[in-house]
């Protein structure tokens, strides 16, 4: 289920020289942005470039509202049906549904999932953003979602709705949505809710390293166990929801 790269790479030194039980060195990223919405690169571009860093798995993750959903899921499925045929990568077609009506986004996620989405994400209550208040209470109700990215000043009875419905909460890579990681870690912590890091990649130089990986949510002030979960447990399990194991 965790194939090792082929060699060691300086991601995997740093690693072990952390002394971390994290050990497959393979990176899972189901936060990431193509031309299609906001990000530079296109999407066969993008999963190239996570090859290339060693990605085991990527779901690209455009901003959508409901007008564009049908149009970017059947355009991002078949670069995702290509790049999983000839290389040695996991790629996965979603969305993060950014900026809607809180009240609208169950409605929104359930439409996804009928178009071919595979991870659903929602745009979270980042504390650098006026996203509708109600946005991430939606999200952890909701039996279509995924993963709550960037929660911002996430409650204890969201992070608890989040564990109780299979929903994952993001410590997020990117510059402004990490400024509660913190938070978001403790909440997880005290309410058993699982965590994932999302890259949230526009560019290829945001794309996750195992070495920046595990300084991130070290940052966070996860635990070694914690730390293994979030890289490795937990997308294990997001993949066989998806249906890719
Ligand atoms: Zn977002
Ligand atoms: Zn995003």
Not at 107 to 132: F, L, N, Q
Not at 209 to 228: C, F, K, R, V
């Amino acid at each position: 289920m965790f194939p090792s790269p082929s060699r060691a790479s300086p991601e995997h030194e740093l690693a072990s020289s952390n002394n971390l039980c994290y050990s497959s060195g393979v990176i899972y990223d189901f936060h990431t942005h193509s031309s299609l919405s906001d990000g530079d690169l296109s999407p066969l571009e993008l999963m190239h470039r996570a090859v290339k860093s060693g990605y085991r798995a990527i779901a690209v993750t455009d901003h959508v509202g409901i007008g564009q959903l049908e149009r970017f899921i059947a355009e991002i499925t078949k670069d995702c049906v290509l790049a999983e045929k000839y290389w040695d990568i996991v790629a996965i077609p979603g969305v993060e549904l950014t900026h809607l009506p809180a009240s609208a986004i169950s409605d929104a996620a359930k439409y996804a999932r009928e178009t071919g989405v595979r991870i659903v994400a929602v745009h979270g209550e980042t504390i650098v953003e006026p996203v509708e208040q109600g946005t991430n209470k939606a999200a952890v109700q909701s039996p279509y979602v995924d993963i709550l990215a960037h929660p911002g000043l996430i409650t204890i009875e969201e992070a608890t709705l989040a564990k109780r419905n299979g929903v994952f909460i993001e410590i997020s890579a990117r510059k402004g949505h990490s400024l509660t990681n913190g938070h978001v870690a403790s909440i997880a912590r005290a309410t058993g809710a699982s965590l994932l890091l999302g890259s949230d990649a526009h560019t290829s130089e945001d794309l996750l390293s195992t070495g920046l990986a595990i300084a991130i949510l070290q940052g966070a002030g996860l635990a070694e166990g914690e730390i293994d979960e979030a890289l490795q447990t937990n997308p294990a399990t997001l993949l066989a929801k998806s249906g890719k194991f």
